[in-house]
């Protein structure tokens, strides 16, 4: 009787362990665990910031990358010949910049890629057209277009051709960036989609209230 209930307890210890080698080797050949959704989505991306640059705005007034630094921003890039979407990007600055009412808490920044046409007076004279208010709102130029586009490809956005008749070589991204108090890229927002202009809005606000120390300039 002993003997066999030793042989049956044998025999399960021997299915048992047969049972885990199988499954081992079943996970083994499968490799790593993918992360789940909701893994990637909460893991960390490498930070994005703004590289060092030196431009002239409408005002002929130097305009670099210190200038960034203590307030958060709403970036964007065009340029005054284009028929295309950079009047109606313009347009949803202006309205940013009404709707985000912050005293000077939040700046503006226009590129233009287009810098051999876009001299800081031509560039005034566009705000005057339009009738904008551009008090805290910046529109740079100098340098080279490639320095704009070496500026958007640090922020990485992806450029799209003018189709409106002018250069082709002039390429720019209808992208909004939000830029916090240290220079750093905190979201980007197409400008034609749906709802990405309020979720701007949103996050620019909730930016500004995690940003104790920002100060009007």
């Not at 992360?35 to 910031?49: D, I, R």
């Not at 703004?50 to 970036?75: C, E, N, T, Y």
């Not at 108090?181 to 905190?186: C, K, L, R, S, T």
Request: charged residues 20%; hydrophobic residues 40%; contains cysteine.
């Amino acid at each position: 009787m002993k003997r066999t209930l030793r042989t049956i307890w044998l025999i399960w210890m021997l299915v048992l362990a047969g049972i885990g080698l199988y499954c081992f080797s079943r996970l083994s050949a499968r490799g790593p665990r993918m992360p789940t959704p909701g893994e990637v989505e909460n893991q960390v991306p490498p930070a994005v910031h703004m590289p060092a640059f030196v431009l002239v705005d409408q005002s002929g007034r130097k305009f670099s990358r210190a200038d960034l630094l203590g307030r958060p921003w709403i970036v964007d890039f065009i340029f005054t010949r284009c028929a295309g979407p950079c009047p109606v990007m313009t347009a949803h600055m202006a309205d940013l910049r009404k709707s985000l009412a912050s005293g000077g808490k939040i700046g503006f920044l226009s590129f233009s890629v287009d810098p051999e046409n876009d001299t800081p007076e031509v560039l005034s004279a566009y705000i005057d057209q339009r009738g904008l208010d551009a008090t805290g709102w910046h529109f740079v130029t100098g340098g080279s277009g490639k320095d704009a586009e070496d500026i958007a490809a640090a922020l990485l956005l992806g450029g799209q051709a003018s189709t409106d008749g002018t250069p082709a070589t002039i390429i720019h991204s209808q992208v909004f960036v939000l830029i916090d108090a240290d220079g750093n890229v905190a979201g980007r927002y197409d400008s034609n989609a749906e709802g990405e202009l309020a979720k701007l809005q949103e996050d620019a606000r909730a930016l500004l209230a995690n940003s104790p120390t920002t100060k009007p300039q």
